[in-house]
């Protein structure tokens, strides 16, 4: 099965510098790459995604890369802000009955 | 117009009871889904529905019972209540499911103390 890994574990950021998390996958078969980012007691919810047919996607301050050939992709936020804090969470998966979790990356913006 | 909805939002029980959550979605999706976020934040698939059929098992314990009324409705059911079940649980449902990818989107959990 796929499996996951999201690097690091934490993050401590200045308001206002960028922040990158990044991820490996295992299954070469996976081609669909969301992320969701979590606030202190709330649900996931969906921030960016990415299939694999492209390399890169931007929305306003996110934008996610993916490397297929080193099974990787990244999330970099700029400009972070403290609404930025939370848990972030990559994920993949070939079909959407079984998305696989990376460990979540806690985000803690400085002001 | 809550899209997923869980009920309830806090449960706190004593070992060896069964408890149930309810889960419902109105986005007219067809697949729903259990997850389990352990104490560390890590989210675990437990079971994935589609038109009420189970595509998923995540070797979750068979005290674990879930059941799908209608394809708005993915429930629940937890038997002998254990320490280690204590965890939020998120529901989730997807448009389609199989070999298509949706974005999955959360119901805002309920979590689970074990006494």
């Known amino acids: 099965g796929e499996n996951v890994e999201q690097h690091p574990s934490t993050l401590s950021v200045q308001e206002g510098d960028s922040a990158v998390i990044k991820c490996t996958y295992s299954?070469?078969?996976?081609?669909?790459f969301p992320w969701y980012k979590q606030e202190l007691g709330k649900r996931p919810q969906l921030i960016i995604d990415i299939r694999s047919n492209v390399g890169e996607k931007k929305d306003q301050r996110i934008a996610v890369t993916l490397n297929k050939t080193a099974k990787h992709f990244s999330l970099h936020i700029t400009e972070t802000q403290p609404e930025d804090s939370a848990v972030y969470f990559c994920?993949?998966?070939?079909?959407?009955?079984?998305?696989?979790f990376g460990a979540g990356t806690t985000v803690t913006v400085r002001a | 117009d809550t899209a997923v909805s869980q009920t309830p939002k806090y449960l706190v029980t004593q070992m060896g009871n069964d408890k149930s959550i309810k889960c419902e979605q109105n986005?007219?999706?067809?697949?729903m889904y259990w997850y389990k976020q352990d104490s560390k934040k890590f989210l675990k698939i437990m079971f994935s529905?589609?038109?009420?059929?189970?595509?998923i098992n995540e070797t979750v314990p068979n005290r674990f019972s879930p059941k799908s009324p209608d394809k708005a409705h993915l429930n629940l059911h937890i038997n002998s209540l254990e320490l280690g079940d204590s965890a939020v649980y998120f529901c989730?449902?997807?448009?389609?499911?199989?070999?298509?990818?949706?974005?999955?989107?959360f119901g805002p959990g309920t979590r689970l103390t074990v006494l």
């Open positions: 994920a993949a998966t070939y079909n959407d009955y079984k998305l696989s």
């Open positions: 529905y589609n038109n009420k059929e189970l595509i």
């Open positions: 986005l007219g999706h067809d697949t």
């Open positions: 989730a449902s997807s448009q389609s499911g199989g070999m298509s990818t949706d974005t999955q989107y």
């Open positions: 299954d070469s078969a996976s081609n669909y």
